[in-house]
T-cell receptor, first 112, second 112 residues
Framework: DAGVIQSPRHEVTEMGQEVTLRCKPI?????LFWYRQTMMRGLELLIY????????DSGMPEDRFSAKMPNASFSTLKIQPSEPRDSAVYFC??????????FGPGTRLTVL | QKEVEQNSGPLSVPEGAIASLNCTYS??????FFWYRQYSGKSPELIMSIYSNGDKEDGRFTAQLNKASQYVSLLIRDSQPSDSATYLCAVKRASGTYKYIFGTGTRLKVLA
């Protein structure tokens, strides 16, 4: 069974550009998380969806960040406009109910 | 004060020794505790979970929880070079909730 799938795996963009990160959760999982990982701040929860509905977006740093989950098998995290301080690894994770969450391979974002 | 604190390391131990990783947390209401292993450039993977005071053993891994002192530790017996990774401590405030609070991780190096 495929795990969590994320694309792209690496993204290099220039400041001011729009960035869209994509995630396909594990089939049957009903919860999806977007995390950001940096050396300084570690792994931080950005937004949590349950049954495709955003439950907690308090971790989204500012209005430049937005996330959607149009159906149970797809989610996007968009940054517009991007800034150099957004450079990080972005992970998507999914789980079924209160069970273990499984992480995707991550997207390494570099904003120049 | 960070909610979950870990020494960043690196913690270097010789092959075959016991590696001891520690984590403290600030929220006394925390009920669920997790250790994740993250290899360089990879995503976190769950290796241990613990919910009650005392020790929990799984193979070469032992998780220890002391809620009164608000710390959780991970012991790795007979350390192997393949155990070299960053170990993330994560805490959930109450059972059934979704939000994991992660520490920034301790980098472990097992020297052959």
């Amino acid at each position: 069974d495929a795990g969590v799938i994320q694309s792209p795996r690496h993204e290099v963009t220039e400041m001011g550009q729009e960035v869209t990160l994509r995630c396909k959760p594990i089939s049957g999982h009903n919860s999806l998380f977007w995390y950001r990982q940096t050396m300084m701040r570690g792994l931080e929860l950005l937004i949590y969806f349950n049954n495709n509905v955003p439950i907690d977006d308090s971790g989204m740093p500012e209005d430049r960040f937005s996330a959607k989950m149009p159906n149970a098998s797809f989610s996007t995290l968009k940054i517009q406009p991007s800034e150099p301080r957004d450079s990080a690894v972005y992970f998507c994770a999914s789980r079924f109910n209160n069970n273990e969450q499984f992480f995707g391979p991550g997207t390494r974002l570099t904003v120049l | 004060q960070k909610e979950v604190e870990q020494n960043s390391g690196p913690l270097s131990v010789p092959e075959g020794a016991i590696a001891s990783l520690n984590c403290t947390y600030s929220d006394r209401g925390s009920q669920s505790f997790f250790w994740y292993r993250q290899y360089s450039g990879k995503s976190p993977e769950l290796i241990m979970s613990i919910y009650s005071n005392g020790d929990k053993e799984d193979g070469r891994f032992t998780a220890q929880l002391n809620k009164a002192s608000q710390y959780v530790s991970l012991l790795i017996r007979d350390s192997q070079p393949s155990d070299s990774a960053t170990y993330l401590c994560a805490v959930k405030r109450a059972s059934g909730t979704y939000k994991y609070i992660f520490g920034t991780g301790t980098r472990l190096k097992v020297l052959a």
